[in-house]
């Protein structure tokens, strides 16, 4: 959340916490003085959110009793060892174990570290022209930081654009295992878009590395796959294609036509599985085979389409006395039957 009062000069960007997040993201540089800017802890941390502001003299606050670490157990001695160590038990910390003198390795007596560790992340993702930077060197632990920036030209002139999230931090979805919280940013040529990325669409128009300015891009779904939202998208300023980009979803086309026949729903361009279509047929026609078709999770129809075929009329009773009867070849409405007498 950003509070704005109105007021003459800018802060530059805060410096990001290892202990906060911002509760709303932005790109922004700079903020007008009188800006106020809200934070959340981090997991392994606990107190309510906090805002700092930028002051008249153009610099921020300084956060105050926020954050807290969160505390574990203290640790009791192992069997045979000491713990060695003051008595910060703090999210983080560090507690030394020693086996006393005489243990033998078969009395299960080792020392070790950690009661209350750390959760450590792989280094972040390496970027294409550009590079990331840590107040905390290449130890890459729970709550740290790291913020992205692009490679410049002579006397720093700007040659790419950084897009996405400038800073990512590590954090853990089992206290255990340390991921980063997102995506790196990607640092691209001005005035160009990275190709768009829809989970099971084919691009009809051909991929690459970067598309210019205005250019369009055409989609398409992979088979068993429905495209709901536009077909086509056009790279914007900002690595931004608009408008917002489809999405493939399982489903099926609309079902097959048939000759003489109609299906019902007929005005849907797709259709979810389990979803059923049923046929008709015109007057004068008889449906032959499945009266309606179920969307399958492949994406397809099932049973096969049924046809139209045209209405026979009953059996002629036979011949007639003292004449005879020329059929046609099938006794379709609106054939005709011609009536023979015989000589005399």
């Known amino acids: 959340m950003f509070l704005v009062s109105c007021s003459l000069g800018h802060c530059k960007a805060p410096d990001p916490f290892q202990f906060a997040k911002l509760k709303t993201q932005t790109k922004e540089s700079e903020f007008p003085a009188g800006t106020s800017l ?8 606990y107190r309510r959110s906090f805002s700092i502001t930028c002051l008249e003299n153009l610099v921020w606050s300084s956060p105050k009793d926020v954050c807290k670490r969160k505390s574990c157990k203290t640790p009791s001695d192992p069997t045979h060892g000491l713990v060695h160590g003051d008595s910060d038990t703090q999210f983080g910390s560090r507690i030394n174990y020693t086996c006393n003198n005489g243990v033998l390795e078969q009395n299960k007596c080792f020392a070790e570290f ?4 750390g959760i ?31 490679n410049v030209g002579d006397r720093g002139r700007k040659l790419f654009d950084l ?79 608009e408008p917002a980009l489809p999405s493939c979803s399982r489903g099926c086309q609309p079902p097959p036509e048939i000759l003489h026949g109609v299906h019902t729903p007929s005005n849907k361009d797709n259709f979810s599985p389990g979803q059923e ?68």
């Open 38 to 45: 809200e934070f959340e802890c981090r997991s392994g941390y």
């Open 163 to 241: 897009v996405g999230e400038p800073s990512i931090h590590c954090t853990s979805n089992d206290n255990q295992v340390g991921i980063w919280s997102g995506p790196p940013p990607q640092c691209i040529v001005p005035n160009t878009c990275t190709p768009p990325h829809i989970e099971n669409a084919i691009m009809l128009t051909g991929n690459r590395s970067l598309f210019s300015l205005n250019e369009i891009v055409e989609f398409g779904c992979r088979p068993g796959f429905v495209l709901k939202g536009p077909t086509r998208v056009q790279c914007q300023v900002g690595n931004k294609w």
């Open 114 to 117: 950690a009661l209350c560790p």
């Open 120 to 150: 450590p992340c792989e280094p972040p993702p390496a970027i294409a022209n550009g590079n990331f930077f840590s107040i905390n060197g290449e130890d890459f632990q729970y709550g740290m930081v790291v913020t992205y920036q692009c």
């Open 277 to 344: 279509v049923f046929y008709s047929c015109e007057s004068g026609y008889d449906l032959r085979g499945a009266a309606s078709l179920r969307c399958t999770p492949q994406g397809d129809w099932s049973p096969a389409a049924p046809m139209c075929a045209v209405k026979l009329c009953a059996p002629f009773p036979g011949q007639i006395p003292h004449g005879h009867v020329v059929f046609p070849l099938t006794l379709q409405p609106g054939a005709k039957v011609i009536f023979i007498c015989d000589e005399g």
